[in-house]
């Protein structure tokens, strides 16, 4: 009997003497320290569909790290982002970047991962074409917007106005919306060309929105520990603030009528972003269950900062309850064979914490 050989596979295993099996391995442990939100999510996706999602996860952080490297020159990121894209196309690249990068500062996570950069390339190319094409085309257009952006702000990310807001968004953000987007028409069947169709007009949208509300609640963590700020300078002003007083508490109140605008923009986007979900076939349950928790704890969370100034004060957080996270934790996935169902629940979860009993 004569077997079937694919070249690529073949390609693959001389380029990595990593098993895959180890690489894979490596990136499931390694994401809940990086990311315990993301962790919960991810969990829901099969084979390759998860594998493809988890490795554009780990690539992007591979580049956010190197972006919020606290230390190194914007030349260096820049190479260093460069050299990251370069790894797509070569596996001995990928293999050395971790040598490559061994200056990057961060946390110890994140310095971890940059070191494995080979084992997250090792899964990428285990993966099938079509998904490594989908993953090389989203993260280069992210990366490209954050060198773009490093760039332009050397000194610390400073955003001047609502335009320049939504194009960062977008870089950061949107990007990740398209690529799931492709990733969930290759691997579902559920998802036919028309689906597909509708669901595009929608995923820039439901990666922004996420972002939109981490940004608004984390303003004070990102002026006091990155150097960076996305409230548009030109809100501020126009309140009789400015970038230099973000934290100030004699300029509180002006703050807080700034940021009212970004507040708007991330409830209209996470509609929109309900939206998508809601057109994700009923079938395509690993998909539901992968968007329906990080959407319900951005309602959330948004419904908290609405109504909050931490964010706008020194060390200030603003977090949603643990009682809550459980509840969601529960009804989210319960919910998500019934478009009514999500629809009631995320109607509870804007107007007051969503907390079932006993917990």
């Given at each position: ?202 995923c820039a949208a439901f990666g922004e929105a996420l972002q ?49 605008e970004l507040i708007a923009l991330a409830w209209h986007d ?90």
């Amino acid at each position: 009997m004569r077997v079937g050989v694919n070249p690529h596979m073949i390609q693959m295993v001389l380029e990595n003497p990593v098993s895959v099996k180890d690489a894979e391995r490596f990136c499931q442990e390694i994401l809940p320290q990086v990311s315990r939100t993301f962790a919960l999510s991810i969990r829901f996706l099969p084979g390759n569909l998860g594998r493809a999602v988890l490795v554009a996860y780990l690539i992007c952080r591979i580049a956010d790290t190197v972006e919020d490297d606290p230390v190194a020159s914007i030349p260096a990121k820049t190479a260093l982002l460069d050299h990251l894209l370069e790894c797509f196309d070569s596996a001995d690249l990928a293999n050395s970047y971790g040598e490559t990068a061994r200056g990057v500062q961060g946390e110890p996570a994140h310095v971890q991962l940059v070191k494995n950069t080979r084992l997250v390339f090792a899964l990428y190319r285990s993966l099938p074409l079509t998904s490594q094409q989908h993953v090389q085309r989203w993260v280069s257009e992210m990366v490209h917007g954050m060198k773009k952006f490093i760039n332009l702000y050397p000194n610390g990310i400073r955003i001047q106005t609502l335009d320049e807001y939504k194009e960062y968004c977008y870089y950061v953000a949107g990007t990740v919306g398209y690529l799931l987007t492709d990733l969930w028409y290759e691997h579902s069947p559920s998802i036919g060309a028309d689906e597909y169709q509708v669901l595009l007009k929608r995923c820039a949208a439901f990666g922004e929105a996420l972002q939109t509300v981490n940004i608004l609640k984390d303003i004070a963590w990102d002026a006091e520990h990155e150097n960076s700020i996305y409230i548009p300078n030109e809100s501020l002003l126009l309140q009789g603030s400015s970038h230099q007083s973000i934290l100030s508490a004699e300029h509180l109140e002006q703050n807080h009528a700034a940021i009212k605008e970004l507040i708007a923009l991330a409830w209209h986007d996470l509609d929109e972003a309900q939206a998508y979900l809601l057109s994700v076939p009923k079938a395509a349950i690993p998909i539901r269950l992968f968007c329906v928790l990080p959407l319900l704890f951005a309602y959330a969370t948004l419904r908290e900062l609405t109504h909050s100034t931490a964010m706008l004060q020194p060390g200030g957080v603003v977090k949603i309850s643990r009682a809550e996270v459980k509840s969601l934790m529960v009804m989210g996935p319960l919910s998500i064979l019934s478009n009514h169902s999500l629809r009631w629940l995320i109607g509870q979860v804007r107007q007051k914490p969503f907390i079932l009993g006993g917990l």
